[in-house]
């Protein structure tokens, strides 16, 4: 059982309903793959939406992480979402709004902004299959 400040913190973070994860490279000290105000805009353009659909936070079924940098260094913003393993290059505010609606909340690939995609092979050798 965990500890009633780590489980108070799991909640507000909604840590055990999550279903998905996206980590969104908004590097601020040299940034590569895209601009440091690409960057900030859309972390906080990914922040404020998952906030404004409840999907992140109490109950909500999507994590969300900035990372410092995601070694792609190209055609960002980079994005990756789990456990599917979906990489997404070129995420602005726009592309990030289609990943929201049709992939964290529809379960759809936006196959458009796709460069690389964790293989069906990986996932079945994962699950047992
Ligand atoms: S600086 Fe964005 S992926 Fe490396």
């Known amino acids: 059982m965990a500890l009633p400040d780590l489980q108070r913190v799991a909640e507000s973070l909604g840590l055990e309903s999550a279903r998905r994860h996206i980590f969104l490279c908004a590097e601020a000290n040299e940034p590569k793959c895209a601009s440091c105000a690409e960057g900030v805009r859309s972390w906080d353009y990914l922040k404020g939406r ?29 994005a990756v979402v789990y456990p599917d393993g979906t990489w ?20 759809r690939i936006v196959t458009e902004y796709v460069f690389a995609q964790r293989s069906a092979d990986c996932v079945r050798a994962r699950e047992g299959q």
Not at 56 to 70: D, E, I, Y
Not at 89 to 106: A, D, F, Y
Request: include cysteine.
């Open 50 to 78: 998952l906030k404004e659909l409840k999907l992140a936070g109490p109950g909500g079924t999507v994590l969300r992480t900035k990372a410092n940098c995601l070694k792609v260094c190209v055609r960002g913003p980079i």
């Open 88 to 107: 997404y290059h070129s995420c602005t505010p726009e592309v990030l709004e289609r990943i929201i609606q049709e992939h964290l909340m529809g379960g």
